[in-house]
């Protein structure tokens, strides 16, 4: 593990607890979150502290932006220059100055998030800015951290399955013990917020921005592994995010380019979108995250979810009783952007019911934006006092005015400790699917296949973890007894790259081979049907959406691991040589290709050995 040039979180001057105390004034000295009398008193105190902020304070806490950069004082140059090009600062500590920031967000591609003793220094560098001004607030720190292809804090970090490879699993008490764990190292890292779980429930195969992110199908079995995550989040004291208000499942459209449109009627939305985020609620989630989608059944103007108040005050508030943060998804999806301006959007967010604005693409022009509302009448002050004490509620219940500083001992203690990293594997073991297996090909036995050639599509490592899946495979089963050999021919095999599979694997005994999203006309067909003909046992594991099995029935040995991720390719290689058995059960239907409308393999189905 590397520390920065800015020196790690074990030499940096972390202040005292009556430092924190003493520069956010005196008054959240006694701030706990409890239930009744409590309550009150803790309300009357935030509300105390809402009526000294000045309304530019007021309008920056209801941002959450990213910033570039490793550290909050000193990032790199070009992550200077980020900044100053994007917000006029050099650095994070200047954009909390200039903003009065809510919140930050961390990416890998803002370069936040290069090793866990780095995002802590990183974490107490904005927090003692952040409380170092006039009036100082502790900020709320979050990212998007669902684990299996979504994650901005990699290795050494513990990483798990996603959620559709949880939905495979199963079990509430791993999905409660993936919260706990995952909530306990982003917490030693100095991050409060954790924007997950999905509680969308994909129900169409073609959705291109969910898919595996979901647990899957069926509302009620998505419903209790979305409330017993919240519940793990919730024992490490880091807020869990349902996402994406109001169902995000069935759409073929990406929000991040285009503008979804969801055409389920108002009784389909009650059966399938609802019960996860009522499930949320109920379990006392304490954030849920917007949608920049059209649903017409609950709002028919046009506006996406993210915008309507009919939607977010009067289903999410009034209907379902939430009174927790709302924070909008980000606000540079093309979803939010393709109706109104950058100017306009946040004001509409805020009129429809949001509390949080989160990652605006241009923090200047939205940030006074909403000043120039309030300053003109189209939105009171009081609206804004209304979600900075949910905000400030928020950051009470996390503990934020208490202390909100993390330490070297407690990343050294907590982060990818081998107590996590083996829950991870055991997790996942209890996750891979098998869908095929005929003639008992699997387990593949090291005396009649002890040479075998790993292939298939190398997608992009999700976020810090080892990739490229081919790697990692032929690894594992290297290390389990095999001579395994990796050949990567990717997501779009070349002629070329098929013709130099097919010729490795006259020297193998057993090809494996790594589908990723196959279709009708994809080049990975004609590669496994090339292999297929060599005569060659052939093993498939499909390294993202199951669905890929239709496509390909010649194949006798098909599993589904629902990602390329290093925790789920090795258990899909112990489960290839036998040292445990597949346990996961489809938990999203697949069609058959020839005919969509019929099911090949229906929501519950895995063979075992």
Request: hydrophobic share 40%; glycine share 10%; aromatic share 4%.
């Amino acid at each position: 593990m590397h520390h920065t040039s800015t020196g790690s979180t074990g030499n940096t001057a972390i202040p005292s607890r009556r430092t924190v105390l003493a520069a956010t004034a005196g008054v959240t000295a006694a701030l706990t979150v409890g239930s009744g009398a409590h309550a009150r008193d803790d309300d009357r105190r935030l509300r105390r502290l809402i009526s000294r902020m000045t309304l530019e304070e007021k309008v920056g806490q209801l941002f959450v932006s990213r910033v570039y950069g490793h550290s909050a004082t000193a990032p790199d140059q070009a992550d200077i220059d980020a900044n100053l090009r994007e917000f006029g600062v050099r650095t994070a500590a200047e954009l909390i100055a200039k903003y009065r920031l809510g919140g930050v967000i961390y990416f890998v591609w803002a370069h936040n998030t290069r090793d866990p003793h780095q995002i802590a220094d990183l974490s107490n560098g904005i927090q003692r800015a952040s409380l170092a001004l006039p009036r100082g607030l502790p900020a709320l720190v979050s990212t998007d951290q669902e684990h299996g292809i979504v994650a901005r804090v990699g290795k050494p970090a513990t990483l798990f399955p996603g959620a559709m490879a949880m939905g495979a699993g199963g079990s509430r008490s791993d999905a409660r013990t993936l919260g706990r764990i995952a909530g306990e190292e982003l917490r030693a890292m100095g991050i409060q917020q954790d924007y997950t779980p999905v509680a969308d429930v994909n129900v169409n195969p073609a959705n291109p921005v969910i898919g595996v992110r979901s647990f899957g199908a069926d509302p009620a079995a998505v419903a209790g592994l979305v409330a017993a995550e919240v519940a793990g989040y919730q024992r490490s004291k880091v807020a869990a995010t349902a996402k994406h208000f109001p169902g995000h499942g069935d759409t073929e459209v990406d929000s991040h380019y285009g503008f979804p449109t969801i055409k389920h009627t108002r009784e389909q939305w009650e059966a399938l979108d609802a019960p996860p985020f009522r499930a949320a609620i109920e379990a006392g989630i304490d954030s849920i995250m917007t949608a920049h989608i059209l649903v017409p059944a609950l709002d028919d103007s046009g506006d996406p979810a993210t915008l309507s108040r009919p939607i977010l005050t009067g289903i999410l508030r009034e209907e379902l009783g939430y009174d927790g943060v709302v924070v909008t998804d980000a606000l540079d999806m093309a979803g939010v952007r393709t109706k109104y301006g950058d100017d306009r959007v946040p004001v509409l967010a805020l009129k429809a019911g949001v509390d949080l604005l989160l990652n605006a693409p241009k923090l200047d022009v939205a940030w006074n934006a909403v000043l120039r509302a309030v300053q003109d009448g189209e939105l009171t002050e009081e609206r804004l006092d209304e979600s900075i004490l949910r905000v400030l509620r928020l950051k009470a219940k996390l503990g934020l005015f208490d202390d909100p500083y993390v330490s070297a001992r407690g990343v050294d203690r907590t982060v990818g400790t081998k107590a996590h990293l083996a829950a991870a594997d055991r997790i996942a073991e209890r996750t891979t699917t098998l869908l095929v297996n005929d003639g008992r090909l699997l387990p593949l036995s090291r005396r009649e296949h002890p040479r075998l050639l790993v292939v298939g599509a190398d997608p992009a490592s999700p976020s810090g973890t080892t990739g490229p899946p081919t790697g990692v495979l032929a690894g594992a089963l290297t290390e389990l007894g095999f001579t395994a050999t990796a050949l990567s021919t990717g997501i779009n095999p070349s002629a070329t790259a098929i013709d130099r599979a097919v010729t490795a694997a006259g020297d193998a005994d057993a090809v494996v081979v790594g589908t990723y999203n196959v279709t009708a006309g994809s080049a990975q067909k004609t590669l496994v049907e090339r292999l297929l003909a060599t005569g060659k046992p052939v093993v498939a594991v499909a390294v993202r959406n199951p669905y890929d099995v239709a496509q390909l029935p010649g194949v006798r040995a098909y599993l589904a691991a629902y990602s390329w991720t290093d925790v789920e390719l090795r258990a899909a290689a112990r489960v290839i040589a036998g040292r445990v058995e597949p346990r996961g059960k489809l938990p999203v239907p697949v069609q058959r290709a020839d005919d969509p409308a019929r099911v090949l393999y229906p929501i519950g189905h895995g063979l075992t050995y």
